[in-house]
């Protein structure tokens, strides 16, 4: 049973910094892929950044210059720093993991304040 618990989240102002992290019950480099995904109110749930097992990366445009994927195998997590936030960053941030199946995480609220 893979389990993925994100933590790190809270309320920042404008322009912070906040770093989020993604525990893996499972060997993180046993998946293919690792990611991070947001969904604000109303919204529909959107890929904020992708790493691969072979260490490719990807940004959405949107984060691009100011979010860093990164991968931590001596804690068997994957890290999302996220910088010079704006209040459109606001969501709730999720973890996934897919190995031909995906797996997420319960979430961790980001709150911007303007």
């Known amino acids: 049973q893979v389990q993925l618990v994100e933590s790190g989240g809270g309320l920042v102002q404008a322009g912070g910094s906040l770093r989020l992290s993604c525990a893996s019950s499972?060997?993180?480099?046993?998946?293919?892929?690792m990611g991070w995904y947001r969904q604000a109110p109303g919204q529909q749930r959107e890929l904020v950044a992708v790493?691969?097992?072979?260490?490719?990366?990807d940004y959405a445009d949107f984060v691009k210059g100011r979010f860093t994927i990164s991968r931590d195998a001596a804690k068997n997590s994957v890290n999302l720093q996220m910088s010079s936030l704006k209040p459109e960053d606001s969501a709730v941030y999720y973890c996934?993991?897919?190995?031909?199946?995906?797996?997420w995480g319960q979430g961790t609220q980001v709150t911007v304040s303007s």
């Open positions: 790493i691969t097992n072979g260490g490719s990366i």
């Open positions: 499972t060997n993180i480099f046993s998946f293919i892929n």
């Open positions: 996934k993991a897919y190995s031909y199946k995906s797996y």
